[in-house]
């Protein structure tokens, strides 16, 4: 019902919602296609938010492609006052209009890896699917242009930007821009699943594949520091065990020190610790209990609490190290079911806050 009054709305009240001066952040969300339904235009605001409706790679559960839209229509519910960041609501956060092409581009895409996943778990082999794998590679270099080169250019206007996923391959074009901008940085990397298959299903840019190639691609990534990871392959159990750039506190580890009585506060302290100065923060929703996120497409029992998860980011804030970007990823909209774009766009909106208020120290 609440979609539909968007259709019906006079001009004029449209109007007034875009107007800055007027906002009244206490009153009812007027739906105006913005995130949160703030009246910033990107020419002012001091965050981007980038949607990218994307899952061609998705290996399990489809729907993520719609989560931009969904968070969009479930974010002007949510109140904009925030007890730990002052004045959040006055946080000038800019929304880039969704691309509706990348959904035409994406149901082609959907159709080849469909296939070659089908044809996969028959035993094939990926060497003679390589017109299909082909398809979804370059429809996926597409993903990552598009992202990249918005994302240089609100951070060439000193803007912070973030990336509303879609499927986690989605950041990367936003990773490789901040990789290009700064010297050093780490990312704070919140995932059921470690992502550090090479080519999943012989898809370079899976959203299964996506801190591999942050590994392999972007110099500048001093750290990556995975956190509630509990369902991955041997290779990445060898790699995060290996390489010095990986740091990982997976589900078992956390909740084991939890069960011999360390607690959380002292668990993010070590977390937090193991990042440098400058920290891009990388949050696949499925890194949270499925309770949170029942519809991601590869939910995996435990995960950290919403309120973990919250405690987590604040204490990142609160720690003196500069949030530089961030993502949500793998929000996935379950037909009528709206739980999952309310969480996440709740947690979207503490990411901005948090990552504002880094900056102001800077």
Request: proline content about 4%.
């Amino acid at each position: 019902m609440y979609k539909d009054i968007k259709k019906i709305l006079p001009l004029q009240i449209i109007f007034n919602a875009f107007m800055s001066s007027d906002f009244n952040p206490n009153a009812v969300g007027q739906p105006n296609g913005n995130y949160f339904a703030l009246p910033y235009t990107l020419e002012e605001s001091d965050i981007v938010l980038l949607s990218a409706p994307w899952d061609a790679t998705a290996s399990y559960g489809l729907g993520a492609h719609l989560a931009p839209e969904a968070i969009i229509d479930a974010s002007a519910q949510v109140d904009l006052f925030d007890a730990d960041v002052d004045d959040a609501w006055a946080i000038k956060i800019g929304t880039e209009p969704i691309d509706k092409s990348f959904h035409k581009l994406n149901k082609q895409a959907r159709r080849y890896s469909d296939y070659v996943m089908a044809v996969l778990q028959e035993g094939v082999e990926e060497i003679n699917l390589q017109n299909e794998i082909t398809f979804v590679n370059t429809a996926s270099a597409k993903v990552n242009d598009y992202v990249y080169n918005k994302a240089k250019k609100h951070l060439s206007e000193n803007k912070l930007v973030g990336v509303v996923g879609g499927e986690h391959s989605t950041p990367f074009g936003l990773m490789k821009a901040l990789n290009e901008k700064c010297l050093s940085f780490g990312i704070l990397h919140i995932d059921a699943h470690a992502d550090l298959r090479e080519a999943y299903e012989g898809f370079t840019y899976s959203h299964a594949s996506i801190m591999y190639n942050v590994i392999n691609e972007l110099e500048h990534v001093e750290k990556i520091v995975s956190v509630a990871v509990r369902d991955y392959c041997d290779d990445e159990a060898q790699l995060m065990a290996t390489n010095p750039r990986i740091r990982a506190f997976t589900d078992a580890h956390l909740a084991e020190a939890a069960f011999s009585g360390k607690t959380w506060a002292a668990q993010c302290e070590e977390i937090i610790t193991a990042l440098p100065e400058k920290v891009y923060i990388s949050f696949d929703i499925d890194g949270l209990s499925p309770d949170n996120c029942p519809h991601t497409g590869t939910p995996v029992p435990g995960g950290l609490s919403y309120n973990q998860a919250l405690f987590l980011l604040k204490k990142l804030m609160l720690s003196g190290k500069q949030i530089i970007g961030f993502d949500l990823c793998e929000v996935a909209v379950g037909g009528a079911e709206e739980w999952d774009a309310n969480v996440g766009a709740r947690l979207l909106y503490k990411l901005c806050c948090y990552a504002h208020s880094t900056n102001l120290k800077q």
